[in-house]
């Protein structure tokens, strides 16, 4: 079974936020709501890098361990879901979240939360794939359909990438390769506990 | 359109982005566009930006800059005064002073020649009057270059060795060179500095001047412009008569419809002027009276400079369309009443049809979806326009309408019919259809097909112009401009001899440069009848060819050259004995009829160098377009009057990746809007915090004429250096500090509206092309 992760080269992101409308579009993510946005560092300043960043569905995802109502599941590809039947809006899964995933909407006075949000990598939630309901909740179910997470797909430089760990890693390594210059894939050891080896 | 309604009056997009690189680039070599490809940049060893951001305004062209520079380890520089998003991906990033281009030019030239880092056997063989840029070259030591640019000695010497040495090298530019006084003089400078080092024509280098707009090289190229019929044959009688003969219309008739002769073949005036040509008392405008009437299809008001004027200037027309998916700032933006009326046309994706694009590839669109609501696609629109004037049938003699719906392949099939001077005659609807179907079978890199591909073998994608001969005769189109290293028939080609055979006893042809399998082994002349007659190959031309080139010029056959020869057989001899139908010419350093044959260095009319104005001033005043061109005297006025102390910072503007253009489609959209909801201007840390302001404060900046002042956000950025502030150009909806939401059309409203730059920009147009000074102007921010 393929092991679905995201991987954002950082010598490739030029912050042109593809990644970030093609999401929104794709999957009807209301204003406010940001499964996936671009942050630069040192911007302006020599060594200025962007990274896209988005939930990266962790080898041993840390939002599911903190869950009180255990709402996360982790599919066969091993891609991060929830439940927003069952998500209670408490937050804690924002606070353990290492990529600042996780999404809540206003929904009274006080900023109260809403039920939490997040990129599915495009693979919808527990309803049935393709259905009304799942896209209601959780936007498109691409995954099911046999297509990568929009993001990765319309990344203008090819910098997101977005597939089986071991084919992507493979693209990285090839890429550092003909660089001749170090790696450094933004992330990928926070969230998969291993380096890429070249 | 124009023509019929009997005007030179009509002009595109273009003149505020490109016109000065195609009247620069054209001058240069013979055409005006792209040399290479996007694609191509993948071949580089050195990659060059300098007046680009393409990361923010051409975002896929960064995936072939950054592959170039992985798989070949290549340089990237960045010259640029913004730390541009681009510019953070650069090996190396050059800051300099805005409007100094021709300086660094000539900077890094000083370090060529003094090295002799120059392609010796390339200017030998194919550049005209290097040695006059040599003589002005000299005046450029790297201490006048430092004074003037900024830039220390030893950067300008290691970017000069770098471009020189590590070949092929690539020049990339878009607005950072062409929105100035000079911008043709700063396009020129970029040629040379690639003829210099024999970077032009070959796999991996060249211009390539990325266009900002879908089709907008189309646009360029079909002539919608005030200085030229389609296909830049220009606007004498020759030219007139060719596209008569195209149309099907009578000359005489044609004739009739303008004022006289006279004016059928004078420039007309372009976007950048309109509002003085209605404002100027009417002695002032050389045409019988002040511009009355504007119809505005797709093109924001806000993106023209000096926008108080233009205020005025729609107030004073007697007549407003705008024709747009959006109501747009035409609409807005003044206190109008009365005489405005807002077409709904609708978008590309709304209509079939061919885009060209930057590297002179055209692509056959498909309609995605009809027309919603009331909208027309622009085809339509116009047929029942010029139906209503009386012209209908004629314009439309050749192009199929059924039922109010224009046929797109026709419009096409007449582009083919009278094509021949830049080679779009050989994409037909059916091959460029049958790229669109075989997509997949172009090589990324070179953008061939296989050779044995029974569809599209051997073509390059989208047929890139020029395209010879007829669709018949299979041109694969042109991936490079002048690349002698292929066969004409593959898509090779040399310098176009375009502007004669010799100078002062200096024979401009190509000296023993020729692209391969070429019979003649030198310079040669552009094709005529009697060219073919002298070389014994019009016995190639088949009778029936004879029989139109006759028909074309019946009192004398021999003066028919390849462009007017609707047969395409000149050209299918040509290149049958491996010539290009253009002549094999050199290419000028050194193009005399322009205002400044040698590019020279001149400031801006508002600097903030006044010290540098009394050696470098602007052109004097003169008349161009019908209208005068005062920019010495308020250059002059801006430094007598000390402006610069007032107006310390100077004013620059660019693109963000975000918005497009005038910004009213994108501003319109969610997704888009919710990433900048708000007009700002980048300033420097020191700048700011010595007049008090705070990241994402507001500020009045304010501009040097007319009291202009306009109202927005500071972005407190290093990206900028100290005394240069940056906005974006894509913002309206707000004048002078007032939300203008209240008057657009109820629902038509953007959802993210602020102060155009442009409200703030001031006077400046290149003698050449009217282009408009938007890149450096002055300006003073204080909190609001």
Redesign the interface.
Known sequence: MARMKFLCDAERCIDCNACVTACKNENEVPWGINRRRVVTINDGKPGERSVSMACMHCTDPPCASVCPVSCFYVTLDHVVLHSKDLCIGCGYCFYACPFGAPQYPKVGNFGSRGKMDKCTYCAGGPEPDGSPEEFAKYGANRLAAGKLPLCAEMCSTKSLLAGDGEIIAEIYKDRVRKRGYGTGAWGWTTAYHEGIKV | MAAFWGTNNADHQARICHSTTVAGVANTWGYGAMTNSYNDIRNAKTIMVMGGNP??AH??S??HI?EGK??N?ANMIVIDPR?T??A??ATE?VRVRPGTHIPTVYGMLWHIFKNGWEDKEFIHQRVYGMEDIRKEVEKWPPDEVERVTGLPEAQVKRIAEIFAKEKPSTLIWAMGQTQYTFGTANVRASCILLLATGNVGGFGSGANIFRGHDNVQGATDLGLDVTTLPLYYGLDENAWRHWCRVWEVDYDSMLSRFVDKTFMQTAGIPSTRWFDATLLPKDQVSQPDNMKAMFIMGHGGNTITRMPQAVKGIEALDLLVVCDPYPTTWAVLSERKNGTYLLPAGTSFEMNGTRTASNRSLQWGEQIVKPIFECKNDYDTMYLLARKLGFADQMFKNIKVENGSVSAEDILREINRGGWSTGYCGQSPERLKAHMRNQSKFDLVTLRAPKGDLEVGGDVYGLPWPCWGTPEFKHPGTPVLYNISLPVKEGGGTFRARFGVERDGVSLLSNGSYSRDSEIKDGYPEFTLSVLKRLGWDKDLTAQEMAVIQQVNPANPDAVSWQIDLSGGIQRVAIEHGCIPYGNGKARANAWNLPDPIPVHREVIFTSRPDLVAKYPTLPDARQFRVPNIGFTIQKAAVDKGVVKQFPLILTSGRL??YEGGGEETRSN???A??KQFMFVEINPADAAERGIKESDWVWVTGPEGNAKAKMKALV????GKGVAWMPYHFAGWFEGVDQRSKYPKGADPIVLGESVNTLTTYGYDPFTGMQEPKATLCQIRAA
Not at chain 2, 717 to 720: A, P
């Open positions: 990361a923010e975002p896929v960064l995936q950054l992985e798989l380890r730390m998003r681009t953070a991906h990033y990746v975000e969610k997704w888009l919710e990433l950025t290093e990206r900028m």
